[in-house]
């Protein structure tokens, strides 16, 4: 897609690299949230929407990008609370951003946006994704997860060589993914683990020398990744463990095969599951 638009082609989403904090006995100040790189005008425009709404909300004077530094001003007290309000702040824009770049992106591409919440069309991937859900402990397994690799989100996916559709999801950064939707299959990593069949990993996009000029990193707004396959009895691929994270996060080959039995246990117990009907 050489015929981008050059917003189209603007770099990974901007992570937060530190704070500067104001005062602790200061009546009122600034804090800064230092930012990786600085963002882009289509980041800027799409905190623009959010940041006064912010602000009220918080009690704050006012929130505003200069440069690669979002600096906030108001009471001390509140300062100091917000860090991960703020981090969350700069995640929701960053998913409004990758939201906007996916339509840009099919649009150029000639294809159709999909429908957030579209019901499987075929009754088999449907009947597998009920067997899915009902699987014992899943949620506690999700969050198993989570806790073991330091990412926020986690997630079991049906992939197919057609689709990719969420089984089910821990979500802890308001990706805002729901059991049953798609994403574009093209789109995912994991698509490529369906046609390879091996674990994909890395702590952060931006430095990885394989995935820096990926586009699915920058087009979800992740840093840190981790997607291992899920296979049935006979062997056949099912689809994808994964978990993700918009800052980095380092894994040890330990978490690694903590998650590689995980996958495995999915596998055996959507079997039983279906064998159930």
Same mark, same amino acid.
């Given at each position: ?31 800064s949230a230092l930012f ?31 440069? #690669? ?7 001390? !007290? +509140?300062? %100091?609370?917000?860090?991960? /309000?703020?981090? @969350? ?45 009902r699987i014992a402990g ?64 890395? #702590? ?7 995935? !820096? +000029?990926? %586009?699915?990193?920058?087009? /979800?707004?992740? @840093? ?54």
């Amino acid at each position: 897609m050489n015929n981008l638009p050059p917003d189209s082609r603007d770099p990974l989403h901007p992570l937060i690299v530190g704070f500067e904090m104001p005062p602790a006995d200061a009546g009122s100040g600034l804090m800064s949230a230092l930012f990786d790189i600085a963002p882009s005008r289509v980041w800027s425009t799409a905190l623009a929407a959010l940041r006064r709404d912010f602000a009220q909300l918080h009690g704050l004077d006012d929130v505003r990008l200069v440069g #690669d530094h979002l600096v906030l001003s108001g009471p001390v !007290a +509140t300062l %100091r609370a917000l860090p991960s /309000y703020v981090r @969350a702040l700069v995640h929701r824009v960053s998913r409004r951003c990758m939201d906007e770049r996916v339509t840009r992106l099919l649009s150029l591409d000639g294809q159709a946006a999909p429908v957030a919440g579209a019901a499987p069309e075929d009754a088999g991937v449907a009947r597998e994704i009920e067997a899915v859900g009902r699987i014992a402990g899943l949620a506690t397994l999700l969050e198993a997860v989570t806790r073991a690799t330091g990412m926020r989100f986690a997630a079991i996916a049906r992939v197919t060589d057609t689709r990719w559709t969420a089984c089910a999801v821990y979500d802890l950064v308001d990706f805002g993914l729901q059991p049953g939707q798609d994403l574009v299959l093209e789109t995912t990593i994991c698509n490529e683990i369906r046609q390879h069949g091996h674990l994909v990993q890395f #702590d952060d996009a931006r430095t990885d020398a394989c995935f !820096a +000029t990926h %586009r699915t990193p920058a087009m /979800y707004g992740f @840093a840190s990744y981790i997607s291992l396959p899920i296979l049935r009895d006979d062997g056949s691929f099912f689809g994808t463990l994964c978990a993700l994270d918009p800052e980095p996060s380092r894994l040890d080959e330990a978490t690694m095969r903590t998650l590689e039995m995980f996958a495995r246990a999915i596998g055996r117990e959507l079997e039983a599951e279906l064998a159930r009907g």
